[in-house]
Every structure is written in structure tokens, then in C-alpha cells.
């Protein structure tokens, strides 16, 4: 398994701010992903990071809302870019590693809330 | 359109009974289904994959059976206990054809009666 750490682990932000989520991994992954859990609803992907490359975003989601960087294989960060009240969510990184067998990992999440 | 879909109503059970979660898809062909149980405020944890060859799997008290043909996963918890109350999501992975991505249902609620 896996060791995922995030930060911050919850933010209350205004509205028109911008605000940046780590991810840090304790050992190498191949893929790393970000989530948004909105209050009460399952997850939903927002995009794959990819390292040293621009992330792939899912449908809904673009780069100059979500900003992602991976700069190596166990650090990532997402910025949620002028943010709104609909930007208050979970946002939870996870990854898969080199030795598993498909599954995620997740890291604990952060709680934003926007003002 | 592609629907992931879980029991919509929360389950109550008794403990020592045993817990069944439903999950149905359409338009997917998954290569793996996985099963997460999230807790209040954490992320997900992994719990069991199967894939699509694959037709029961288990894991202690749990166990996961998947058909393709009825494009259903069914997921079963033995002899429950109060400290399995949860949320249980299942997830299909894409993995053939999307990289790894997973997709979630919405989950259901377990909640399990001393």
C-alpha cells in the first residue's frame, strides 16, 4: 500500500481566490488522479496527472479551472482557481501503484470551503 | 447513457446477519470492478477488485461476485458487525480502454445494529 499525505487538509477561502492542494506519496506510483466528492455525492474524477506532461481532464473539467502539476512520480498539486461557493467540495487525491493490481489508494482529502 | 447505480436506500441490518450491496451498470464493459468502503471524513479504501473473468472472489468476510452478462456486482458481508457501518462504493475500472480511470457509484450507506 501506499502512504498519502495532502495539504491543507480543510480551507475556508473567498470567492475569486485561488487555492492549491498538495499530494505527496511515500513511494513511486505509476498514475495519480483528483477527485471531487461534493457534500453527499460519490466521487468524481476531475483528472489524471501526468508527470511532466499537462494533465488529462474529464469531461466538465479544464485546465484553467484546475490547474494540475506532477513534477515527479510522488508529488502533485491541484489549484481550484477562482473559486466559488459551487468549489466547496472534498478534493482528494489517490494513486496506483507500480506493484498492485489496478486498485486505488487515497489520500485523506481536503475540505474547501468557499465563502 | 452509461449508469453506474447502487442500492438507493440506505441498508439496515442486524449484527451477526449478513449485508448484501447491489451495484448495476450500463454501457460500460469494465475490466475490473473494485469495491471502496469510505467512512465519514476519510477518503475511500480499497477493498476487493475482480475482474471481468472472474466470478466470485473473497476476502475474509467479504465477498464480491460479478456478472457480466447481468452487468451486476454483488457484494456480500458476513456475520456483520457494528464496526462494518460505512459507505460502500463500487468502481468500475476502465482499464482497457481509459487508463486506469475509475468510475463510482453513488454508494450505499451500511448501517449495522448491535
Known amino acids: 500500500s501506499a502512504v498519502i499525505s495532502q495539504k491543507p487538509s480543510r480551507d475556508i477561502c473567498q470567492r475569486g481566490t485561488s487555492l492549491t492542494i498538495q499530494c505527496q506519496v511515500d513511494?513511486?506510483?505509476?498514475?495519480m488522479f483528483w477527485y471531487r466528492q461534493q457534500p453527499g455525492q460519490s466521487l468524481t474524477l476531475i483528472a489524471t496527472?501526468?508527470?511532466?506532461?499537462?494533465?488529462?481532464?474529464e469531461s466538465g473539467f479544464v485546465i484553467d479551472k484546475f490547474p494540475i502539476s506532477r513534477p515527479n512520480l510522488t508529488f502533485s498539486t491541484l489549484t481550484v482557481s477562482n473559486m466559488s461557493p459551487e468549489d466547496s467540495s472534498i478534493y482528494l487525491c489517490?494513486?496506483?501503484?507500480?506493484?498492485?493490481?489496478?486498485?486505488?489508494?487515497f489520500g485523506p482529502g481536503t475540505r474547501l470551503t468557499v465563502t | 447513457s452509461q449508469k453506474i447505480e447502487q442500492n438507493s436506500e440506505a441498508l439496515n441490518i442486524q449484527e451477526g446477519k449478513t449485508a448484501t450491496l447491489t451495484c448495476n451498470y450500463t454501457?460500460?464493459?469494465?475490466?475490473?470492478l473494485q469495491w471502496y468502503r469510505q467512512d465519514p471524513g476519510r477518503g475511500p479504501v480499497f477493498l476487493l477488485l475482480?475482474?471481468?473473468?472472474?466470478k466470485e472472489k473473497r476476502k475474509e468476510r467479504l465477498k464480491v461476485t460479478f456478472d457480466t452478462t447481468l452487468k451486476q456486482s454483488l457484494f456480500h458481508i458476513t456475520a456483520s458487525q457494528p464496526a462494518d457501518s460505512a459507505t460502500y462504493l463500487c468502481?468500475?475500472?476502465?482499464?482497457?480502454?481509459?487508463?486506469?480511470?475509475?468510475?463510482f457509484g453513488q454508494g450505499t450507506e451500511l448501517s449495522v445494529k448491535p
Open positions: 468502481a468500475l475500472d476502465l482499464l482497457y480502454n481509459q487508463g486506469g480511470k475509475l468510475i
Open positions: 489517490s494513486v496506483v501503484m507500480r506493484t498492485g493490481g489496478g486498485e486505488q489508494y
Open positions: 513511494s513511486q506510483v505509476t498514475m
Open positions: 475482480i475482474r471481468e473473468n472472474e
Open positions: 454501457n460500460y464493459s469494465p475490466a475490473y
Open positions: 496527472a501526468n508527470q511532466g506532461s499537462e494533465a488529462t481532464y
